[in-house]
């Protein structure tokens, strides 16, 4: 089609666009709204590119591109666990977001993605890191216990049990006094109760 060439070589540098950056792309090359609207539904049709939903695209068909739609956004909790390698378990892709996105399970190029929202002021905890050839926000170790608590999900004794061997206790209790009364006193009983944990109990189900 025409201006493909130059829609690939602009578009497929960004992890996500819009359709309104493409539709104000093709009429910088002379393209009418219209014909603007049929070169992206030719392109997601040849699967050249991907819809994400709501407006969104993309070239990759990776799954670790899908949290960019969800801007401002990190990946959590047991995706991040699969990340790090902490488990080996392939999760699905956990987005954790600041974003006013509707949270729930979404399929999105076939993926399963859990979106889950949370308070601005917890948007802390996270980094970049290479994963399936993308440099993707990840919740570091300490943030990603800190989710669990906040988010009230369980998680094995002995899973929670490696997760606290490898964290940094004072980085951990002061991510803790950030993330209000009821996640740093879930937190203290957390880190009182690692020695004694009976196994499979889910850990975290009454804090």
């Known amino acids: 089609m025409k201006y493909e060439k130059e829609f690939e070589s602009y578009f497929s540098k960004e992890n996500v666009f819009t359709?309104?950056?493409?539709?104000?792309?093709?009429?910088?090359?002379?393209?009418?709204?219209?014909?603007?609207k049929l070169f992206i539904h030719n392109q997601v049709k040849r699967q050249r590119i991907f819809a994400l939903?709501?407006?969104?695209?993309?070239?990759?068909?990776?799954?670790?591109?899908?949290?960019?739609?969800?801007?401002?956004?990190?990946?959590?909790?047991?995706?991040?666990?699969?990340?790090r390698r902490l488990w080996t378990q392939m999760a699905n892709p956990v987005v954790i977001t600041a974003s006013k996105a509707k949270p729930g399970v979404k399929?999105?190029?076939?993926?399963?993605?859990?979106?889950?929202?949370?308070a601005k002021r917890m948007m802390f905890g996270f980094e970049y890191v290479k994963y399936s050839g993308l440099f993707?926000?990840?919740?570091?170790?300490?943030?990603?216990?800190?989710d669990f608590a906040y988010y009230r999900i369980g998680l094995g004794s002995e899973e929670?049990?490696?997760?606290?061997?490898?964290?940094?206790?004072?980085?951990?209790?002061?991510?803790?006094?950030?993330?209000?009364?009821?996640?740093?006193?879930?937190?203290?009983?957390?880190?009182?109760q690692q020695m004694t944990m009976p196994k499979h109990k889910d850990t975290l189900a009454k804090l």
């Open 53 to 83: 939903g709501n407006g969104y695209y993309t070239f990759s068909n990776n799954e670790a591109v899908v949290g960019f739609r969800f801007a401002p956004f990190y990946y959590g909790l047991e995706y991040a666990l699969t990340i």
């Open 107 to 118: 399929e999105i190029m076939g993926h399963r993605v859990i979106v889950r929202r949370i």
């Open 136 to 146: 993707v926000p990840v919740s570091d170790i300490e943030k990603t216990i800190i």
């Open 160 to 192: 929670m049990r490696t997760l606290l061997g490898s964290a940094d206790k004072r980085k951990l209790m002061a991510y803790a006094l950030k993330s209000g009364a009821r996640v740093r006193r879930a937190i203290e009983t957390l880190v009182k």
């Open 19 to 36: 359709l309104g950056d493409a539709r104000r792309f093709l009429s910088k090359l002379g393209a009418s709204e219209a014909y603007a």
